[in-house]
């Protein structure tokens, strides 16, 4: 069964809508959860790293004031796109990730739909 | 970045026969190579890990990574029309074990 629940599956909204979604890891303590983003036909790509507790961290391009994270506790994390337009609209996916060498579990994704 | 290089493809083999997926990869400090398949509209999904040259069976999946030549590899006996999928290989990058991904090749099994 699935061990990162994600939350909502899809979404459909207006031009300057914010939209929160939500992971959750099921079974385990996530030390630290990644949000993923990934355009059709494009791999994912890595948008922040987030740490229980701690401010995320951003990769390169992505703006943090636009996509807010909280990562509060170690089963939940996230992430909330302020103000979303249609370049917004894409498939962003979060994984949660434990310890050691072990590997990420990722959520079902969400479809997010600016119109 | 470093980067992690697969053909897009697509690539075609029919039922029954082995897929040979490929993948390497910039980064000679890499210690964990992944294999995830995505179907369309979805999330990915893991396939295999390896952390060691050599090979890794699982079922029908093998793994296969030669750290020396920076290459790693999957292959899927007995393939099956479920397993069209696009396949991405990844590897931790050095701060966090966030995942860097390949673009993906897209694999398609007829029957």
């Known amino acids: 069964g699935a061990v990162v629940s994600q939350h909502p599956s899809r979404v459909i909204c207006k031009s300057g809508t914010s939209v929160k979604i939500e992971c959750r890891s099921l079974d385990f303590q996530a030390t630290t959860m990644f949000w993923y983003r990934q355009f059709p036909k494009k791999s994912l790509m890595l948008m922040a790293t987030?740490?229980?507790?701690?401010?995320?961290?951003?990769e390169q391009g992505v703006e943090k004031d636009k996509f807010l994270i909280n990562h509060a506790s170690l089963t939940l994390s996230t992430l909330t796109v302020t103000s979303a337009h249609p370049e917004d609209s894409s498939f962003y996916i979060c994984?949660?990730?434990?310890?050691?060498?072990?590997?990420?579990?990722f959520g079902d994704g969400t479809r997010l739909s600016i119109l | 970045q470093k980067e992690v290089e697969q053909n897009s493809g697509p690539l075609s083999v029919p039922e029954g026969a082995i897929a040979s997926l490929n993948c390497t990869y910039s980064?000679?400090?890499?210690?964990?190579f992944f294999w995830y398949r995505q179907y369309s509209g979805k999330s990915p999904e893991l396939i295999m890990f390896i952390y060691s040259n050599g090979d890794k069976e699982d079922g029908r999946f093998t793994a296969q990574l030669n750290k020396a030549s920076q290459y790693v590899s999957l292959l899927i006996r007995d393939s099956q029309p479920s397993d069209s999928a696009t396949y991405l290989c990844?590897?931790?990058?050095?701060?966090?074990?966030?995942?860097?991904f390949g673009k993906g090749t897209s694999l398609l099994v007829t029957p």
């Open positions: 980064d000679r400090g890499s210690q964990s």
């Open positions: 987030s740490n229980e507790g701690s401010k995320a961290t951003y």
């Open positions: 994984s949660a990730w434990g310890q050691g060498n072990q590997p990420q579990h």
């Open positions: 990844a590897v931790f990058l050095n701060s966090g074990y966030a995942l860097n």
